[in-house]
């Protein structure tokens, strides 16, 4: 089990385009792993590999329920094929950006072509939630964060507050 720290804006690493795995070798297994332990300790429904400072296009999620049984995915080289004209709206929350929420709005369904865990080329075709979690992890691997979404003025007020709790790990609110 290896739990990595979770990188936070305004790190620039954030920002940069992630490159395509030629192979899925144990090294790639093995991030893979890396990525769900620090997915599921830090209570999170999805991690790209740049969260934890690797710029390569892998990414898992889970967005199985708590009284449902875990069902890790993980999505190598994955690219948007097509996408529906109805869109779905949720308040979305990132492990890079903590505390901060925001209502986006993206394609309710979407179907993406992704290289899987042993290596084999598949399509998913899907709805809901995880159709927005995949869209959302997508976005990282290109450098795009959810406060994209904002006016700078509002991104700026939020990566000031996210700097300033960095530099007062300890501070606690009672
Ligand atoms: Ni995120």
Redesign the pocket.
Known sequence: MSIKPVITVPDEILRKKSASIENVDDNVKKLAKDLLDTMYKSNGI?L?AV?IGILKRILVIDVSTKDEKKNPLCFINPKIKNFSDEKSVYEEG????PDTFIEIERPKICEVEYIDINGKLKNIECDGLLSTCLQ??IN?LDGK??IDNLTKLKRDIIIKKISKNKKNPNRVIV
Do not use: P, V
């Open positions: 999805g790209a969260q990132c492990l890079s950006i959302h992890e990282h964060l959810i």
